[in-house]
């Protein structure tokens, strides 16, 4: 969305760590099953269509890791065993000055 793309900044720095993939955590919801996950395959299909794989490690994160926590539990009950959160997010790494970005 626009905080990853850099058009809304919510720390110093927008935009988004270097190699990062976007994937807005209420897609994982199934608006029609009271927001539930969406089935495994599906979530499998639309994490695998944007390079997110069980053989990699994976690091969620957003702005305070309060959204990205929903993605690193649905990722773990795929069996996502290389799944990371990072607990500082964009609140972190966005304010450090030496930090790499993309936009």
């Known amino acids: 969305g626009k905080e990853f793309r850099g058009e809304k900044v919510m720390a110093a720095r927008g935009g988004h760590i270097p190699g990062a993939r976007h994937m807005e955590w209420t897609e994982a919801m199934d608006r029609q099953r009271d927001l539930r996950l969406k089935p495994a395959e599906e979530l499998r299909r639309m994490l695998e269509s944007r390079g997110i794989t069980p053989d990699k490690t ?16 649905m990722l773990k009950s795929l069996g996502y065993d290389r799944v990371k959160g ?7 790494w966005g304010n450090e000055p030496n930090t790499p970005v993309e936009k």
């Open 58 to 73: 994976v690091v969620t994160y957003c702005h305070s890791h309060h959204r990205s926590a929903h993605t690193y539990i």
């Open 86 to 92: 990072y607990p500082g997010s964009w609140s972190d």
